[in-house]
């Protein structure tokens, strides 16, 4: 402003590693009381956050790492106290799963520790805890980031957790470790376990108008980040209105078609937007049936709309097109003559102009809009398992399988939501394996470059990520869907820290690894500790 002129800043990397935004920095301490069978009787849990110098998110972070900590468990006690820390680093602000990965790693690292004191399978006592298919909806009594009741709308644990063990091969791993440890190689299996709350509200809408080309424009008011919502949405409008997937384009962020709108973030865009279109869909399906009711002299109930024609049932040949049918919802001057009728080459059942085909009181044009506002979130959930190999030597990690079953409800588009694992998995092997903000005793960053800051290439990414899907639909929304977009993240801490243990052979009754990421020298440095030699 005092220039007059536009003014650019252009950051270099070691200001932007220095300033900014972090997340996953947590401390945490877990007492747990348990039966014989591993059931859970009490859980306490204390951490302390480290928030950065300032909080422009207040406390959304810790919040979800304390509710979404209790996974699909059941505890009979639950406490927990959090302490929201100012350090002298900087902000922290969510990042892809937001307090979820820490708090699936106190309480699957928990469920770990327990199998190992009794002896148990540690699927044996993940299943021993679960709720159950028949307890949803499940009351935690616990208030979520949305300010409304922790409550799970669907899923089913068990089920999941068979799939999993299915895919990964859990039940004959045992003969592949001694295979490998026949070969001087040492590989250990671990799983991880989660729910995430997704499609958090107030609001999102949508406006559908079908033109007279009978092309169909779609406005919302949330934009991409690359996650396909073009696609999505365009198929769900294409399925609610019978129209050709290529008839639809979805238009979003243009304030004068959808002035209003929260954002993307949360996991939240299926669940909020996808909802909203489908209403807004099913609002302009509605009228394009009556008017189209009137034209061809028939019921409602009789007519159906099948590539972006509406015909009578069993009757092909009495049909109209939704363009005729868009032309007919804007009754112009003189729109009801004989000549006007012969033009649009149909009949129209009643010529009288005192009953035009647009209802009173109804505005012209063939088209709907709604908004979508959720009684609470709905709670997606999945499992993963990882099977890795420790070099005995040099102490590497080796990813030799990782496999994920998901479940966000109804999927809309399969590819999408996988993409959206593949990406969440390569985030968390970094988060796991690599990725660590290391500061001096004098609060000064010594790793502000990617020489020093390790992140995972395509090397170090799993070659194939084996998914399974599990679709309990969401009761809580129109299409039955739960959100997935930070679902590969979540778990990767935990599941990377039980295979790590389970292939060192170390004690996980000890919490050997308690601290992640892990990279070679610190595993190096724990079998010292644990006075292992594995060469």
């Known amino acids: 402003m005092s220039l007059g002129r536009p003014v650019k800043f252009t950051e270099d990397r070691r200001e932007h590693f220095i300033s900014a935004a972090h997340e996953r920095g947590q401390m945490q301490h877990v007492d747990v009381g348990f039966d014989d069978d591993g059931r859970l009787l009490g859980l306490s849990v204390q951490f302390w956050h480290d928030n950065g110098a300032y909080t422009p998110y207040g406390l959304i972070v810790p919040i979800i790492t304390s509710t979404q900590l209790l996974g699909p468990y059941k505890p009979q006690n639950y406490k927990v106290v959090f302490e929201s820390l100012y350090t002298n680093t900087v902000i922290v602000t969510p990042y892809r799963g937001a307090g979820r990965p820490q708090g699936v790693y106190a309480m699957e690292r928990t469920m770990d520790a327990i199998a190992q004191y009794l002896g148990k399978d540690r699927t044996e006592v993940r299943a021993n805890n679960f709720i159950q298919p028949d307890e949803f909806p499940y009351e935690h009594g616990l208030l979520f980031q949305?300010?409304?009741?922790?409550?799970?709308?669907?899923?089913?644990?068990?089920?999941?957790?068979?799939?999993?063990?299915?895919?990964?091969?859990?039940?004959?791993?045992?003969?592949?470790?001694?295979?490998?440890r026949a070969e001087g190689r040492n590989v250990g299996i671990g799983l991880a376990c989660y729910v995430e709350g997704t499609g958090v509200g107030p609001y999102e809408g949508a406006h559908v108008h079908i033109e007279t080309s009978g092309k169909v424009k779609v406005a919302i008011g949330l934009t991409s980040q690359g996650q396909g919502h073009q696609t999505a949405f365009a198929q769900i409008v294409a399925d609610e209105l019978g129209v050709p997937f290529e008839d639809v384009e979805v238009v979003a962020g243009d304030?004068?078609?959808?002035?209003?709108?929260?954002?993307?973030?949360?996991?939240?865009?299926?669940?909020?937007?996808?909802?909203?279109?489908?209403?807004?869909?099913?609002?302009?399906?509605?009228?394009?049936?009556?008017?189209?009711?009137?034209?061809?002299?028939?019921?409602?109930?009789?007519?159906?709309?099948?590539?972006?024609?509406?015909?009578?049932?069993?009757?092909?040949?009495?049909?109209?097109?939704?363009g005729t049918i868009a032309v007919l919802s804007n009754p112009l001057r003189y729109a009801f003559d004989?000549?006007?009728?012969?033009?649009?080459?149909?009949?129209?059942?009643?010529?009288?102009?005192?009953?035009?085909?647009?209802?009173?009181?109804?505005?012209?044009?063939?088209?709907?809009?709604?908004?979508?506002?959720?009684?609470?979130?709905?709670?997606?959930?999945?499992?993963?398992?990882?099977?890795?190999?420790?070099?005995?030597?040099?102490?590497?990690?080796?990813?030799?399988?990782?496999?994920?079953?998901?479940?966000?409800?109804?999927?809309?588009?399969?590819?999408?939501?996988?993409?959206?694992?593949?990406?969440?998995?390569?985030?968390?092997?970094?988060?796991?394996?690599?990725?660590?903000?290391?500061?001096?005793?004098?609060?000064?960053?010594?790793?502000?470059?990617f020489m020093d800051f390790l992140m995972p290439y395509i090397s170090e990414v799993?070659?194939?990520?084996?998914?399974?899907?599990?679709?309990?639909?969401?009761?809580?929304?129109?299409?039955?869907?739960?959100?997935?977009?930070?679902?590969?993240?979540?778990?990767?801490?935990?599941?990377?820290?039980?295979?790590?243990?389970?292939?060192?052979?170390?004690?996980?009754?000890?919490?050997?690894?308690?601290a992640m990421p892990i990279s070679p020298s610190q595993l190096f440095a724990l079998r010292q500790k644990y006075g292992k030699d594995l060469t």
Request: glycine share 10%.
């Open 338 to 449: 004989e000549a006007s009728q012969a033009a649009t080459q149909f009949t129209v059942g009643d010529t009288d102009p005192s009953k035009p085909p647009v209802e009173p009181g109804e505005e012209p044009g063939l088209e709907g809009k709604d908004f979508y506002s959720p009684e609470r979130s709905t709670f997606a959930n999945g499992m993963h398992a990882v099977v890795v190999e420790t070099d005995p030597e040099t102490a590497e990690i080796k990813i030799l399988r990782y496999t994920v079953v998901h479940d966000c409800g109804n999927l809309i588009n399969p590819m999408i939501v996988e993409g959206q694992i593949h990406g969440g998995v390569a985030q968390g092997v970094g988060g796991a394996l690599y990725e660590r903000m290391e500061y001096d005793d004098a609060g000064q960053l010594v790793n502000a470059s």
């Open 255 to 322: 304030t004068r078609r959808m002035a209003y709108s929260v954002g993307t973030f949360a996991s939240r865009a299926a669940v909020m937007s996808g909802s909203a279109v489908a209403l807004a869909s099913r609002k302009a399906r509605e009228k394009a049936l009556r008017i189209a009711a009137d034209a061809l002299e028939a019921n409602v109930e009789d007519l159906e709309i099948v590539d972006g024609t509406v015909r009578v049932k069993g009757a092909p040949a009495s049909e109209i097109s939704l």
């Open 146 to 180: 949305d300010g409304r009741p922790l409550t799970y709308d669907s899923g089913d644990f068990p089920q999941s957790l068979e799939k999993l063990k299915a895919l990964v091969g859990w039940d004959d791993f045992e003969r592949i470790r001694a295979e490998a």
């Open 462 to 514: 799993p070659n194939e990520i084996e998914i399974d899907h599990l679709e309990t639909p969401s009761p809580l929304n129109p299409l039955g869907i739960k959100g997935a977009g930070e679902a590969g993240v979540i778990p990767s801490a935990a599941v990377f820290a039980s295979a790590i243990e389970d292939a060192e052979g170390l004690d996980p009754s000890a919490l050997a690894i308690t």
